[in-house]
């Protein structure tokens, strides 16, 4: 009985990689909350050298554009490097601690230009630090326990992710962000109190990771020259398109969903706006999606255990799509949180459970170069979607209409999934 209870515990490795999805939640938490707010009372204005509200928006845009294309250049790469024996850990800690210095610098920018470069280039090494943290999974844990342990990190990172949050959120309150009768201290530092609370708790919770991490999957060969990892990625790409169709067809519908996901949780402020709903409503539902969204992770974490991975990535695709059919009913801020806890439902379980699901069917050794791979089609994620919101809304249609339609990305998902594992594993 004992022995049995052991083995449903999280070993230390597995707490410490869990740990870092609640580190580096925080600084997501940050940037798609108030570092958004904070560039625009940068930019916005009449002085010299401040800007438009469209023109701040459609910079930020790019910005965000030019960290995705970044990224899907160089994760395959920096995934194939990481690959060789004892270099995941080096690359990781390198991405890690960059990312954080460039969060804690970011709140000392004073002008607009340079906190959006500032801004770029922390968020560029974040996701760098993703890349190898997710193929890291391959080592921590055993194939049986995959499931688990990601879930593990999706949940605790959504509820870990709120205690820096929150303080960020108090300091930019006490300094005037929502109101100048409550202003304790300039807005200048509240913005360095979020900034820096966020990268001091990303670095900190990381810490048992840099301790207990050992790389235990590489690959045999010496490190070549740059043209030879691209070489290697090309040859991966030919394989995957060839000969492992199982591979093939989880990417397709991982894109489609995951497509459909990102864009309901990038739009979420623009489906409020759209109905007339009250900001702050808004924000306190987001919120509240993130308790959902830890409870919803910790259910299917215990799920794993008993069921395929497979069958329950179908019921998050599912469970997504009725909530794009139930959009067609929003009106009232009652409707958007009910929307909200949908979401929440499945938001983290959906993510965990692809990424323990490609681990099982990756060639461990070369873990970091999939996952450079894999990352090529999450950080895509809601440009289609967008695309189809953008639309709809050009045509004249509703955001209800808008929403609706990202139903088809589940739909499709949901066939090439089945079609995925019917495929046998190339070894």
């Not at 966020?198 to 490190?223: A, C, D, S």
Request: aromatic letters at 14%; hydrophobic letters at 50%.
């Amino acid at each position: 009985m004992t022995n049995e209870k052991e083995k449903k515990k999280l070993t230390k490795v597995e707490k410490a990689w869990v740990l870092y999805d609640v580190g580096n939640s925080a600084f997501t938490m940050l940037a798609c909350s108030l570092i958004p707010i904070w560039f625009k009372d940068l930019a916005i204005g009449t002085a010299p050298g401040q800007i438009s509200s469209d023109q701040a928006t459609a910079y930020y845009s790019i910005a965000v554009a030019i960290v995705t294309v970044v990224v899907a250049i160089i994760g395959p790469v920096c995934g194939a490097i990481a690959d060789h024996k004892d270099t995941k850990k080096i690359v990781f800690t390198t991405a890690m601690a960059l990312g954080v210095i460039g969060c804690i610098i970011n709140g000392f920018a004073t002008t607009w230009v340079a906190f959006i470069v500032i801004h770029v280039l922390s968020k560029i090494f974040y996701s760098a630090s993703l890349t190898f943290y997710d193929s890291m999974l391959n080592d921590v844990t055993t194939e049986d326990r995959m499931d688990e342990v990601s879930s593990y990190g999706y949940a605790w990172g959504y509820i870990g992710s709120c205690a820096p949050f929150i303080l960020a959120m108090i300091a930019y309150i006490l300094g005037g962000g929502l109101s100048e009768d409550i202003m304790y201290f300039s807005p200048t530092v509240a913005k360095i109190i979020g900034f820096t609370v966020t990268g001091v708790w990303w670095f900190l919770v990381t810490v048992p990771l840099l301790k207990n991490y050992k790389q235990i999957n590489y690959v045999e060969e010496e490190r070549g020259a740059i043209h030879k990892t691209f070489a290697q990625i090309f040859r991966t790409l030919k394989t995957i398109a060839t000969r492992n169709k199982k591979v093939l067809f989880f990417l397709i519908a991982f894109f489609l969903y995951i497509d459909g996901v990102g864009t309901i949780i990038d739009n979420c402020i623009n489906i409020g706006t759209d109905l007339g709903l009250p900001t702050v409503g808004q924000v306190v539902f987001l919120l509240a999606t993130q308790v959902v969204a830890w409870l919803g992770s910790l259910v299917f974490a215990k799920l794993s255990k008993k069921y395929a991975t497979v069958p329950l990535i179908l019921i998050c695709i599912c469970g997504y799509f009725a909530v794009c059919l139930y959009a067609l009913t929003l009106k009232t801020l009652v409707d958007f949180g009910i929307l909200a806890f949908g979401v929440g439902c499945f938001q983290g379980s959906i993510q965990s459970l692809s990424r323990s699901y490609y681990s099982k069917i990756i060639p461990a050794e070369n873990s970091g170069e999939y996952f450079g791979i894999y990352d090529i089609f999450s950080k895509g994620a809601s440009f289609l979607g967008s695309a189809v919101i953008a639309a709809v809304k050009l045509m004249g249609g509703s955001i209800n209409i808008a929403v609706a339609s990202l139903a088809i990305f589940f739909a499709v998902g949901f066939l090439f999934l089945k079609l995925a594992d019917k495929q046998p594993k190339v070894e």
